[in-house]
């Protein structure tokens, strides 16, 4: 069987997932590239690099001096510059890129959700739904919310935020996945208001939406950015690897 590298753009869970079942593949390599941004992102099937790429141009760089022969953007659904370098420069060298993306989530009866297509667009639409917020959208572009600065912020991130922050913001360090019963009694014990979340996707963290369900909260959700034109993702690893040609061990 001929050898085969694989790129994978990582950072998710479907991304490691992705890497081991890649390098249990006979003839194939996989490199994982990790963003950084993360300071211990945990262990990893095959090779793994840290940091970016410089771009589009730096990126397709890589993919000919490392001999790539396919993309798997495993990021997550917010990296839209990431996808975009990486729908660019595989496009440049001629090799294949399949875009993974676990599907967003879906509103059930009952939920009052609101949708956004920005964090600045959330924190406009804020005071008019409570003054206790509960933010998870990640600790990177905190410095949104400056802008309402009458309003109390539980802010959740894996890895403590950086300023600049709103002026009333208390910080919960905190990994995934949630129970239903822990994001109630967090809501209860905060005396939240409104949720704000980025749709992310995915089973690890949707607990907090049938929390905030259940107490009848509104939940302020930031809509994905648009995939580059002509890309249409998968939703799964299994549906990568077919696009891959490499759906059988």
């Given amino acids: 069987m001929s050898h085969q590298h ?8 479907e991304a490691r997932e992705l890497a081991a079942s ?27 690099r840290i940091g970016g790429f410089g771009g589009a141009e730096g990126l ?33 060298v001629g090799v294949p890129v399949v875009v993974l993306r676990r599907p967003g989530w879906e509103p059930r009866p009952g939920d009052r959700w609101h949708s956004v297509a920005s964090l ?16 998870t959208t990640g600790r990177l572009g905190l410095s949104a919310f400056a802008r309402v600065p009458e309003l109390y912020f539980l802010v959740r991130s894996v890895e403590a935020p950086g300023p600049p922050m709103p002026r ?4 919960l360090l905190a990994r995934g996945p949630f129970s239903v019963e822990g994001e109630t009694a967090l809501l209860r014990e905060h005396r939240i208001d409104v949720l704000v979340t980025k749709d992310s996707g995915g089973a690890s963290t949707s607990a907090k939406l049938t ?16 995939l580059p034109e002509g890309v249409t993702p998968a939703s799964d690893v299994a549906e990568t690897l077919t696009r891959l040609g490499l759906n059988s061990p």
């Fill in 6 to 13: 694989v790129l994978v753009l990582g950072g998710t869970a």
């Fill in 22 to 48: 890649l390098a249990a593949r006979p003839g194939v390599r996989v490199t994982t590239s990790l963003a950084g941004r993360v300071s211990r992102p945990g262990s990893l099937d095959g090779d793994v």
């Fill in 60 to 92: 397709a760089e890589w993919l000919r001096a490392h001999h790539v022969d396919a993309v798997a953007d495993a990021t997550h659904p917010f990296a839209a510059g990431i996808t975009a370098n990486a729908a660019r420069a595989a496009a440049v």
């Fill in 120 to 135: 600045a667009e959330a924190a406009d639409l804020l005071p008019s739904l409570g003054r206790r917020v509960f933010l």
């Fill in 168 to 171: 009333h913001t208390e910080v």
């Fill in 211 to 226: 929390a905030a369900r259940a107490l009848g909260l509104p939940v302020v959700v930031v809509r994905r950015p648009p």
